[in-house]
C-alpha cells in the first residue's frame, strides 16, 4: 500500500516566522503534489514537481516555494507566513501523466497567529 | 482547460436510503475523471477512477459511477447509505500530461 506521510498533523506558527512542511512518499514515485485546502474552495494546487529537483507553479504558488532534493521527500515552504496561510495542506504523490490516481497525506492542519 | 462543477455543496439523506452525488465537468479532449472520499481529519482516499472503457465503474464500499461524455457528467451514486458514509466526496478529472483538477466538494450528511 502506498504510503504518503506528513511530518505534522497540527501546526501554530506566527507571522513572519518560516514554515516548513514536510512529506515522504515510499512508492518511488515520480510525481509529487502540494495543495491547500479551504472551505467552499476544494483543493487548489500550490507547487508540483515531476522529478527530483524539478518544481513547477500550480494555481496559487504566491508566498510559497518548494524543495526536492530526493525522490521521495518533497518540502513545502512558506517563506513569510501570513494569516491568509492558515490552511489545511494535503501532499499527494503518484506516477504517470494525468491517468493516475494520487495518492495523499493525512494532512497539516496550519495555523499561523 | 478543464474545470470541475459539483453544484451540491451538501447533500443530506437518511440512512439506507440511495444517493446521488452530481458531477459536471468541462473539457475539450479526453479525460480521466476520479472521485475521492475524505472522512474528518484524514487525507483523500480513491473511491473509484474512470480512465476508460466501460462507462459504469465500480468503486469501493459500494459506490459506482457513471461516465456520460454527451452531458459531460460523472456522478457518483449509492443504492444504500450508511452512517459511516457522512463524509466529504470530491470530484476530479485531468488530461493526459496536465494536471488533476478538482471540484469544490459535496459534503454528505447521513443521518439515523
Known amino acids: 500500500d502506498v504510503k504518503v506521510t506528513q511530518s505534522s498533523r497540527y501546526l501554530v506558527k506566527r507571522t513572519g516566522e518560516k514554515v516548513f512542511l514536510e512529506c515522504v512518499q515510499d512508492m518511488d514515485h515520480e510525481n509529487m503534489f502540494w495543495y491547500r485546502q479551504d472551505p467552499g474552495l476544494g483543493l487548489r494546487l500550490i507547487y508540483f514537481?515531476?522529478?527530483?529537483?524539478?518544481?513547477e507553479k500550480g494555481d496559487i504558488p504566491e508566498g510559497y516555494s518548494v524543495s526536492r532534493e530526493k525522490k521521495e521527500r518533497f518540502s513545502l515552504i512558506l517563506e513569510s507566513a501570513s494569516t491568509n496561510q492558515t490552511s489545511m495542506y494535503l501532499c499527494a504523490s503518484n506516477r504517470g501523466r494525468g491517468n493516475q490516481p494520487q495518492h495523499f497525506g493525512d494532512g497539516t492542519r496550519l495555523s499561523i497567529l | 482547460a478543464q474545470s470541475v462543477t459539483q453544484l451540491d455543496s451538501q447533500v443530506p439523506v437518511f440512512e439506507e436510503a440511495p444517493v446521488e452525488l452530481r458531477c459536471n465537468y468541462s473539457?475539450?479532449?479526453?479525460?480521466?475523471l476520479f472521485w475521492y472520499v475524505q472522512y474528518p481529519n484524514q487525507g483523500l482516499q480513491l473511491l473509484l477512477k474512470y480512465l476508460s472503457g466501460s462507462t459504469l465503474v465500480k468503486g469501493i464500499n459500494g459506490f459506482e459511477a457513471e461516465f456520460n461524455k454527451s452531458q459531460t457528467s460523472f456522478h457518483l451514486r449509492k443504492p444504500s447509505v450508511h452512517i459511516s458514509d457522512t463524509a466529504e466526496y470530491f470530484c476530479a478529472v485531468s488530461e493526459l500530461f496536465q494536471k488533476l483538477v478538482f471540484g469544490t466538494g459535496t459534503r454528505l450528511l447521513v443521518s439515523p
Open positions: 514537481s515531476y522529478d527530483v529537483k524539478m518544481k
Open positions: 473539457s475539450s479532449v479526453s479525460v480521466y
